[in-house]
Nanobody, 115 residues
């Protein structure tokens, strides 16, 4: 079992920045990748960024160059630094830890970008 807890988020003006954190606990040795998804009202949950245990990163096109995912393996924590925020980035951001084909989700943290 793996538990993940997000922190960060909040209200920010367009063009601003935020830092999100996700701490994993439990059987963290079994995690193969961690990532961030987001879900805006009325829309499907979508992948924002992912980082594997070896450090390989993946980003959705709309956030490339603005968002950076990183991890601290010693702390079992993944970070998402978000810059140049746009109103379209407004969503609940969820952290996920992947163990083989099973996903462990956090409760989510709200990011609201005002124009």
């Amino acid at each position: 079992q793996v538990q993940v807890v997000e922190s960060g988020g909040g209200l920010v003006q367009a063009g601003g920045s935020l830092g999100l954190s996700c701490a994993a606990s439990g059987s963290t040795f079994s995690i193969t990748a961690m990532g961030w998804y987001r879900q805006a009202p009325g829309k499907q949950r979508e992948l924002v960024a992912q980082i594997t245990s070896s450090g390989t990163t993946t980003y959705r096109d709309s956030v490339k160059g603005r968002f950076t995912i990183s991890r601290d393996n010693a702390k079992n924590t993944v970070y998402l630094h978000v810059n140049s925020l746009k109103p379209d980035d407004t969503a609940v951001y969820y952290c996920v830890a992947m163990v083989l084909m099973r996903a462990y989700w956090g409760q989510g943290t709200q990011v609201t970008v005002s124009s």
